[in-house]
């Protein structure tokens, strides 16, 4: 592999889908949905972000 994006793509790929699942499974064992932790992960985006966020006025 000469191309190091592909070798990252790779690596994130093999260790972000295992770990959506254990997460995943962990909040079923606590009676949640699996959407728990997207509906997270779209918080943390939108604290990290402030800039995303807007009031409806300004789409005027």
């Known amino acids: 592999m000469s191309n190091p ?3 990252y793509a790779i690596t994130t790929l093999a ?5 959506l ?6 909040l079923h064992d606590t009676n ?3 959407w728990w932790y997207l509906m997270s992960l779209h918080l ?3 604290l990290r ?3 995303t966020q807007r009031q409806a006025t300004d789409f005027r």
């Not at 260790?15 to 770990?19: A, G, K, N, S």
């Not at 699942?21 to 962990?26: E, T």
């Open 5 to 7: 994006i592909v070798f």
């Open 15 to 19: 260790l972000t889908i295992p770990f």
């Open 21 to 26: 699942a254990v997460s995943a499974g962990r």
């Open 32 to 34: 949640r949905s699996g």
């Open 44 to 46: 943390s985006y939108g």
């Open 49 to 51: 972000h402030p800039d």
